[in-house]
Every structure is written in C-alpha cells, then in structure tokens.
C-alpha cells in the first residue's frame, strides 16, 4: 500500500496488485495532477489504462484530517484574544 496525495490536499492510500518501480513513478508523477473527486469519477483508471496496473482499493487517509483540526485548534488557541472578551 502506498501513500498520495491528491491535487486538493487529499492524502489516500492505494493497494496495487503488482508494485514496481515503474508503477510507483507512474501513479506519483499522477496523482498529485488529480483531485480526489476525478479519481473516484474514474479518471486515474483511464491513465493508467496503458499499463499493466490493478489496483486493488483506494482509501481516503484520515490521519493527516486530524493532525490538520489539532493544528488548527491549536493556532486558534494561541491567536491572543482582545481584552475583555
């Protein structure tokens, strides 16, 4: 399983059949030009159609959304506050 991500920030974690190098140069140099939307809507299925891929599972990486809202609050936190409030 290796990890992306997507041009909208979206990290995901595809399963392919068969890694090679080729392969894994094939869906880095792609997916980053890819939203998660055109990948679901099929579209790294049609570029990939000249290679010998098969992809088993593409999942949405949850990990990196909660790092981001623990970041989030903390920058919030630290943003002093006007007086009296």
């Known amino acids: 399983m290796a990890k ?4 909208d920030n979206k990290s995901i974690k595809i399963k392919v059949d068969s ?10 140099n792609t997916i980053p030009r890819l939203s998660y939307d055109e990948i679901l809507d099929g579209e790294l299925e ?4 000249d290679s010998a891929a098969d992809i088993k599972s593409i999942e ?5 959304d909660i790092k981001k809202i623990f970041l989030s609050k903390a920058i ?6 006007p007086m009296g409030s």
């Open 19 to 28: 890694p090679n190098d080729e392969l894994m140069d094939l869906l880095t």
């Open 76 to 81: 919030f936190d630290a943003i002093s506050k």
């Open 46 to 49: 049609k570029r990939l159609k």
């Open 60 to 64: 949405l990486s949850f990990g990196d």
């Open 4 to 7: 992306f991500v997507t041009r």
